[in-house]
Every structure is written in C-alpha cells, then in structure tokens.
C-alpha cells in the first residue's frame, strides 16, 4: 500500500486549459502540503493543511487552488495553465507541522 | 525564503568512498531533516536531528549538528552506487507557521 499516492503522475495539456491533481495518505496524518520542483531540482513550498485547514499559503499565483475534502486528501487544481507551470508537483504529509514529511511519487506538468 | 544551503553543489567520488555533505542555516531550528531524492522519485527522509542533538546515526549515515555555527553536515559512509542521489537538508524554524525551509540540494555521483 502506497503512504502518499497523488494521480496523474504524468500530465501533458495544452496552455489555457484546467487541470487538477489529486493526492491521498493512509497514513494518519494530520498534515498535508504540495511543493512546486522546477528544472533545477528547486523545491518550493506551495501550500500547507493542518487538520483541512489552510496554514501555509506561499506567494502562488491564485490561479492555484488547493482544496482538503478531509484529512486524509489535499488536491490541487490549477486555472488556465501556462508554460512556466511546467514542473514537477509533490504531495507530502507529516503527523504535524515540522515533522517528518512522507512523500509521493510527484506528478510530471508539461503544459505546450 | 529559502535558508538552507547545501554545499558541495555537487560530488562525484568513487563506490567505497566516504561522502560528506554540509547544509548551513539562518536562523534558530526546532530540528533539521536529510532527505534523498533518487531521480524521478519523491523525496525520502533519512535521518531528523534535534536542536538540542549533536549526532545521530542511522546504518551508514552519520549526521552532526552544530547550532553555534548554524550548519550540519551527512556522511556517507562505503558508499555504493545505489546513494548516486540527490541530497536535501530542511530545516524546522521556530515559529514560521512550523513549515520546512528546503535547501537547494547536494547531487551526489557515486562511480562503481
């Protein structure tokens, strides 16, 4: 059984379109975050849910929209794609903040 | 704002060689965590160091601590051709909502 699963792990779309990615932990945890890699192997904090709550909430353009139905899945939705939202995109969850985060395999973006 | 800094940027030793890496740090830290990424994969915890810790120790892996200086460094000991990764350090700021702060990762070439 997989900790972490976040579906696709590939998505090839067109600019201007909407996508989303979804992302589950069985593991408990009250923690659940999505992280932005670019190129470069950068890996850059997008948001944090504590409990379905939004408490990290980094400077991302608000074409970005998580959304937590429960703590168990922190899906991430993104309005009309453009190029440089290219990237490799990371789901991970920890007991709390600031613990061990457990990550997922990461969903490949390219957007044409 | 991304505070923590691994250096080298990257490293490339022979299988049996020892690696060591370093990650300094801005400001006070709850802990500091290792992390490896292989290629393609999500990141995978490898060892957590509490502020008031100055070593651990986890099979090959050799973490220390120094908060006066505000660094760490991971060592690798034997390494094999399967550490060929790359290696992140983050690290648990007091206060800051409890997020990590990610370095900007050490890749690590080890030659069989």
């Known amino acids: 059984d997989t900790a972490v699963s976040q579906t696709p792990k590939y998505l090839v779309t067109q600019m201007g379109n909407d996508k989303s990615i979804k992302c589950e932990q069985n593991?408990?945890?009250?923690?659940m975050y999505w992280y932005k890699q670019d190129s470069k192997k950068f890996l850059k904090i997008m948001f944090s849910?504590?409990?379905?709550?939004?408490?990290i909430n980094e400077t991302v353009p608000n074409r970005f929209s998580p959304k937590s139905p429960d703590k168990a899945h922190l899906n991430l939705h993104i309005n009309s794609l453009e190029l440089g939202d290219s990237a490799v995109y990371f789901c991970?969850?920890?007991?709390?903040?600031?613990?061990?985060?457990?990550f997922g395999a990461g969903t490949r973006l390219s957007v044409l | 704002s991304q505070q923590g800094e691994e250096d080298p940027q990257a490293l490339s030793i022979q299988e049996g060689e020892n690696a060591t890496m370093n990650c300094s740090y801005k400001?006070?830290?709850?802990?500091l965590q290792w992390y490896r990424q292989n290629s393609g994969r999500g990141l995978v915890h490898l060892i957590l160091?509490?502020?008031n810790e100055r070593e651990k120790h986890s099979g090959r892996l050799r973490v220390t601590l120094d908060t006066s200086k505000k660094s760490s460094s991971l060592l690798i000991t034997a390494s094999r051709a399967a550490d060929t990764a790359s290696y992140f350090c983050?690290?648990?700021?007091?206060?800051?909502?409890?997020?990590?702060?990610w370095g900007l990762g050490t890749s690590l070439a080890v030659n069989p």
């Open positions: 991970a969850s920890s007991q709390d903040p600031g613990n061990i985060q457990y």
């Open positions: 593991l408990g945890h009250d923690t």
């Open positions: 849910y504590n409990n379905k709550e939004l408490i």
């Open positions: 400001t006070s830290i709850n802990n």
């Open positions: 160091i509490r502020s």
């Open positions: 983050a690290t648990d700021n007091a206060g800051n909502n409890r997020k990590l702060i």
